[in-house]
């Protein structure tokens, strides 16, 4: 979880709602990500394709042999430094935003925290994420 927030952060907009226009570029992707099973993300050049096809550009060029290495998005965020933009148009820009919800990773969530947005399916999902939500939300926002 550390690691999403550390690409949220390091995202750069220059456009008017940038942190919105972020979000929602980022909750569209975790929402395909979850309802699409066949898309896979093994290695650091699916992680690269999958964020561009959600309008995320690296600041950083991964060499052709990173590029073939294996790893979850954590090991692509230590490979690639991390740093990220918003690119002008994507090809997913006008796929619907659903929500994913914090705990439970369900799309379609419709509640949210009032201090940093995070999205929940319920009160109840809310509740049993604080211990760890509460880490990440009282230390950024």
């Not at 690409?7 to 942190?19: D, E, H, M, T, V």
């Not at 980022?26 to 979850?34: F, I, N, P, Q, V």
């Not at 992680?47 to 096809?53: A, D, E, S, T």
């Not at 148009?89 to 935003?97: F, I, K, L, N, S």
Request: charged share 30%.
């Amino acid at each position: 979880m550390d690691f999403l927030l550390q690409a949220l952060s390091q995202l750069q907009n220059l456009g008017k709602n940038s942190q919105e226009e972020t979000d929602k570029r980022w909750d569209r992707m975790c929402a395909y990500l979850k309802s699409d099973p066949d898309e896979e993300t093994k290695t650091m050049q699916d992680h690269v394709r999958i964020l561009k096809k959600f309008g995320f550009g690296l600041n950083t060029t991964l060499t052709s042999s990173q590029l073939k290495q294996e790893g979850g998005f954590g090991k692509f965020m230590e490979i690639s430094g991390g740093g990220m933009y918003c690119l002008d148009h994507y090809e997913m820009e006008d796929e619907p935003v659903l929500r994913v919800c914090g705990h439970c990773k369900k799309a379609g969530a419709i509640k949210k925290c009032v201090r940093c947005s995070q999205a929940y399916c319920s009160r109840s999902c809310q509740k049993a994420d604080w211990k760890d939500h509460k880490k990440i939300c009282l230390t950024y926002f």
